[in-house]
């Protein structure tokens, strides 16, 4: 009888397997496109780190280096000490991507570097929340990318399924949305580029888009509570992955055009693939909180 329970219940144990092996390379596939997307952000263009370097102390840094103030922040010819330092945390973020896609459940040192990487995404989503006037939706909004990488370090680390995982998946998506959300109710001043997406992609004009973008701010912040509430949950979640997905899209849908050097993808591709949390960790949620088959059904299947 032992052994003929075990027969039956390896294939349930090979297909939980299978499961937590989607659900981590969906938060890896997360963590890397976050990553990569900020690589190119990095070395083709450049990072957001000037309002936190254009500071008096600066000044005195550079006198402190013994260099100039020409050579340190560059004379519009050359790149300066800055410009040259910002380049470089970019291949920093190249390692941290390739290292997403190759961190195995024992890569202890690839799971530390990927938490440096959630470091310096939490830097540059500082740096942005104080371009910003330190408007609190703009720091909060960051929440999945910052969290992408230490969620797969996490989910390799105590395992896909484990509740510090899941509860930082959660906190993520809640984040994410309700930094949004604020912006699109109105609480901060709702940012050009949110009307802008939405006239260029959908062709409304300045009220229809408006009411859409209240209507979105409620959903977003509903979002946030539902994912707490067992019954609706797994709809939330399939919500925030047509959401997230459809806003990530909605850059270069809006901004790139024939008329530009490589249609503009150059300058907007990036920008949703530097989004991709935004829709793969609540894809995570909606694939963990799958309802389970009945026990029956499952020995029939596997029978």
Request: charged share 10%.
């Amino acid at each position: 009888m032992s052994s003929e329970k075990t027969v039956k219940s390896s294939p349930q144990q090979r297909t939980g397997a299978v499961a937590d092996g989607i659900l981590v390379s969906v938060l890896r596939l997360s963590a890397f496109l976050c990553l990569a997307g900020w690589t190119w952000q990095h070395l083709y263009w450049e990072g957001p780190y000037g309002v936190l370097l254009w500071q008096d102390w600066t000044y005195d840094f550079a006198q402190w280096l013994g260099i100039s103030w020409e050579e340190f922040v560059g004379n519009g010819v050359d790149d300066g000490w800055v410009q040259r330092w910002i380049s470089r945390i970019g291949w920093i973020y190249l390692v941290c991507a390739i290292l997403s896609l190759t961190a195995g459940r024992r890569s202890y040192l690839q799971m530390l570097v990927l938490l440096t990487g959630t470091g310096m995404l939490a830097v540059l989503s500082y740096a942005k929340y104080v371009a910003a006037q330190r408007q609190l939706p703009m720091l909060v909004e960051h929440g999945g990318q910052v969290l992408a990488p230490a969620l797969l370090a996490l989910a390799l680390a105590l395992g896909a399924r484990h509740r510090v995982t899941v509860l930082v998946a959660m906190v993520a998506v809640v984040t994410t949305f309700a930094g949004h959300g604020a912006y699109a109710l109105g609480w901060w001043p709702t940012p050009g580029n949110f009307y802008a997406m939405i006239s260029l992609s959908l062709g409304l004009d300045y009220d229809s888009a408006t009411i859409m973008l209240r209507i979105a701010g409620i959903m977003d912040l509903a979002v946030g509570v539902l994912l707490f509430v067992p019954p609706l949950r797994r709809v939330a979640a399939g919500y925030a992955v047509l959401w997230g997905l459809l806003t990530a899209l909605a850059r270069p849908v809006a901004g790139m055009s024939t008329g530009l050097i490589y249609w503009g993808a150059d300058q907007y591709v990036h920008e949703s693939v530097l989004r991709a949390p935004h829709f793969l960790i609540p894809l995570y949620l909606f694939l963990l909180w799958r309802r389970p088959q009945p026990a029956d059904a499952t020995l029939e299947s596997t029978s």
